[in-house]
């Protein structure tokens, strides 16, 4: 029996594996004229394993094939910027990159298969972080990062195209509310045993930007 399931497995057939059907299809490795084997599992029934076997085989003659991706769009991202840009950005914008992906697009849509991912779910995002207060200029740094980071999911072949495109960002218009000196005074009282009272003193004294505190 088990000779008979390897038999099977090696013509590419679908096979019963934990419970669901599976097959297995040979791809173009990343060494040329190198073949790698795909496993591509949790079909309900055999038909649809097959079919989807022979919609797969259809597309590898036409050079049309993607293989399906298990990855979360978190699983992703985080492994994208760790491994392949925080060691060429400088601190304050690896820092920068590091919050857009662990504050806005992980709790958005880090969830999502990658290959899932669609227009929508990055509208909702845009939408999401509108209707919590970021400004207009935030939500498009959020996106360019993860349009950056799906710019080479395309390119490394683990997704057709890249879903980030012309999203409507519609954020709220910063109203920027000056303190007096007594104000400050105040302020800098209240916060003495803060963690964040240097950035405040830096931030009320010095007149920087938002993005510089």
């Not at 820092?95 to 806005?104: A, L, Q, S």
Request: glycine letters at 8%; a positive charge.
């Amino acid at each position: 029996m088990s000779q008979q399931i390897n038999n099977q497995r090696g013509k590419g057939n679908p096979f019963l594996r934990n419970g669901t059907w599976t097959y297995i299809i040979y791809v173009n490795d990343v060494k040329p004229g190198k073949k790698k084997q795909k496993w591509v599992g949790g079909f309900p029934t055999k038909q649809e394993a097959k079919k989807a076997l022979e919609e797969a085989h259809a597309k590898l003659k036409l050079d049309q094939y993607h293989a399906p991706c298990q990855q979360t769009v978190a699983y992703y991202i985080w492994d994208w910027f760790e491994r392949l840009h925080r060691p060429h950005l400088k601190r304050s914008t690896a820092r920068g990159y590091e919050v857009n992906i662990r504050v806005h697009i992980v709790p958005a849509i880090g969830h999502i298969k990658l290959d899932k991912l669609c227009r929508q779910d990055i509208q909702m995002l845009s939408d999401g972080m509108s209707k919590k207060g970021s400004s207009a200029n935030t939500i498009r740094y959020v996106l360019r990062v993860l349009s950056a980071s799906l710019n080479d999911a395309v390119l490394s072949n683990i997704i057709k195209m890249n879903p980030c495109k012309k999203i409507y960002v519609q954020g709220t218009k910063f109203k920027a509310k000056v303190l007096n000196e007594d104000q400050m005074a105040l302020l800098l009282k209240g916060i003495q045993q803060s963690p964040i009272l240097l950035e405040v003193m830096l931030a009320g004294t010095l007149g920087l930007r938002r993005g510089e505190v």
